[in-house]
């Protein structure tokens, strides 16, 4: 979470004396999701960390919502960027501020837009509402991952029930069960090492070694790879450069913006 902190410092130009590690002016902070956008269409600030071997490889990205992030700073396999959010999917790790839950509460109670609540944060942030501070700030991918203990799968949802065959072809169903706990989205997953740490076994091994940076870690020596700030406009990204062109509008790059020597780090 530390990386996490210093981006989201460097996207509020944040400065001491400040309350909270993550800055003083956010209302939503989303880590643990299914997929997150960004906002291309407009210049973007970003905390990037490249070759970081907590990030899991694009063949494990199973999600259909997604950032753009052809623009070449923010490229590679194992990059992690810290970026303002314009839509979200899913609730599994998020933080919300004083400010944000009282935004949230009007939004949802007073103004008429009531919905199941990851609905509603999903508007809030594609919206931005409430004036030139973006409501969602948030980690790509993300930091927090999603576990599914063993046994019935029903535990999964509340909206849902999972039926299996009893025996293939005979008609008789039961509630589905899971044999073995999984963890998803995450290299190295705490939910499936608890085990170890609880043996004081330091040596955390990834979930899918082929694939990820590392193919294990030893949590008496790993120190994470520092971040550093990048700035993009929308003229950078490679995907909208297609569009642009395809549609006969080229995009024309902005003056440049100067970076604020006194924001935290």
């Not at 979470?1 to 989303?30: C, I, K, V």
């Not at 950032?67 to 396999?77: E, K």
Request: include cysteine; charge should be neutral.
């Amino acid at each position: 979470m530390t990386e996490f902190a210093r981006g989201t410092r460097h996207l509020q130009n944040a400065t001491l004396p400040l309350h909270s590690p993550y800055g003083d002016n956010w209302d939503l902070l989303t880590i643990g999701h299914n997929g997150v956008n960004n906002k291309p269409h407009r210049e973007q600030k970003y905390w990037v960390t490249q070759n970081d071997p907590t990030v899991i490889a694009p063949s494990r990205r199973n999600w259909s919502r997604m950032p753009d992030l052809s623009a070449p700073a923010l490229g590679g396999d194992h990059t992690r960027v810290v970026h303002e959010v314009g839509k979200m999917t899913a609730t599994q790790a998020y933080a919300i501020s004083l400010r944000g839950a009282a935004r949230l509460l009007y939004d949802q109670s007073m103004a008429p837009h009531a919905q199941a609540i990851d609905m509603a944060m999903l508007q809030l942030c594609r919206r931005d509402v409430w004036g030139p501070t973006p409501f969602c700030l948030g980690a790509y991918p993300m930091l927090f991952g999603r576990f599914r203990a063993a046994g019935p799968m029903d535990k999964d949802s509340d909206r849902r029930v999972l039926t299996e065959e009893v025996t293939p072809g005979a008609g008789r169903v039961r509630n589905a069960t899971r044999m073995n706990h999984e963890s998803e989205f995450t290299v190295f997953p705490i939910s499936l090492n608890i085990e170890k740490l609880l043996k004081n076994d330091p040596i955390i091994p990834a979930q899918v070694p082929d694939s990820d940076l590392l193919k294990e870690v030893d949590l008496r020596e790993f120190v994470l790879p520092r971040g550093r700030p990048v700035f993009v406009r929308p003229d950078e990204y490679v995907d909208r450069q297609k569009e642009a062109a395809a549609a006969g509008k080229p995009l024309k790059a902005p003056e440049p913006v100067p970076v604020d020597p006194a924001v935290v780090e």
